[in-house]
Structure formats: C-alpha cells, structure tokens
C-alpha cells in the first residue's frame, strides 16, 4: 500500500486530478499484475498488453470532466510502460519461478536479477548515447523514438482540443 500511495502522491504532485489518478493507479495495478500472471504461468518473455492503463482511464473517467493537466500527465506515463516492455512485475515473476527451483540458496537469484538489471540498464543507456552521438538521435526511426514517444502527447493534445474520444484518431 506505501508504494500505491506513493505512485498516487506521485501523479497528484504532477498535476493530475485524484479521481484520475485514482483509476490510473486500479487500471495499472490490475493490468500489470495480469500481465505478470499469464506471462509467468506460460514462461512467456513478454506479453503485450490488450489495453493499456491510459487509454482505460480516459475510456472511465470522461475527457470532458478532465484537465489539461491531467491528460498531460496521462501522456507522461506512457513512458512508465512503454508498450508493457518497461514493467518489472512480469520479470520478478519469473525469478520467483525460478526460485522455486532452487534448493541452495535462494538469495542468489536476487542478486543475479539485480546485477542483471544494473548491467542491462547502464548498457543500454550507454549504446543509446553513443549511436545518438554517432550517427545522431533523429535518425533511431525506430517505432519507440519516432512514433510511439510522441503518440501519447497528440492522444492528449486531440482530447485537449476536442474531448469526445471517439474523434480522436489514433485512438
């Protein structure tokens, strides 16, 4: 409950509204703990999910009862999921998994996700900085840095302009 009630302070303190903020934090926490069951009942990698937490929150909460503010930093957290790649439920699932089966000792799995996810995390921002100074940012045409990154905002700038969602495109 301490780390929910962060994540809600969190958003409250980035200007979006309780009752948003309320029903981000339920959709969130049902659709990554959904996502982190299938994926680790079916030793999956990775699950997509059918509906992200955004676009279920502007689909219960109406655009038309919600601020500017709000749907800006509805567009903000779409760089906490990314497309469900970024969620650690799912992979801490299967170290629990993989801790069942081991007789030793248990903290060693622990240790190993840890280093892993220091290890991956300090590679990846080094190779994305090296090859967006080598061979330059605007050239990654890849899906996350052109298209996706930007989706979240013009959903939220279209819904901003006009709230009916059903006009939105791209919705």
Not at 25 to 44: D, K, P, Q
Not at 117 to 131: D, E, I, M
Not at 155 to 160: P, W
Not at 162 to 169: K, N, T
Request: glycine letters at 8%; one cysteine or more.
């Amino acid at each position: 409950w301490i780390a929910l009630t962060f994540v809600f302070l969190w958003l409250r303190a980035s200007g979006m509204e309780a009752k948003v903020a309320l029903v981000y934090v339920a959709a969130s926490l049902v659709v990554y703990s959904g996502i982190a069951r299938v994926v680790c009942e079916s030793w999956l990698i990775y699950v997509g999910t059918p509906l992200e937490p955004q676009v279920f929150t502007i689909d219960v909460v109406n655009p038309r009862s919600m601020s500017a503010a709000s749907l800006t930093a509805l567009a903000f957290s779409n760089a906490l999921s990314s497309m469900s790649k970024g969620l650690f439920m799912t992979a801490f699932s299967h170290a629990a998994k993989l801790g069942d089966l081991i007789r030793g000792n248990r903290r060693a799995v622990g240790a190993g996700i840890a280093l892993a996810f220091v290890a991956g995390f300090v590679t990846t921002v080094l190779v994305t900085l090296y090859l967006g100074y080598s061979v330059g940012a605007y050239n990654f045409n890849d899906f996350p840095f052109s298209r996706y990154s930007q989706s979240g905002f013009h959903r939220s700038v279209a819904l901003i302009k006009d709230p009916d969602p059903r006009r939105v495109e791209n919705y």
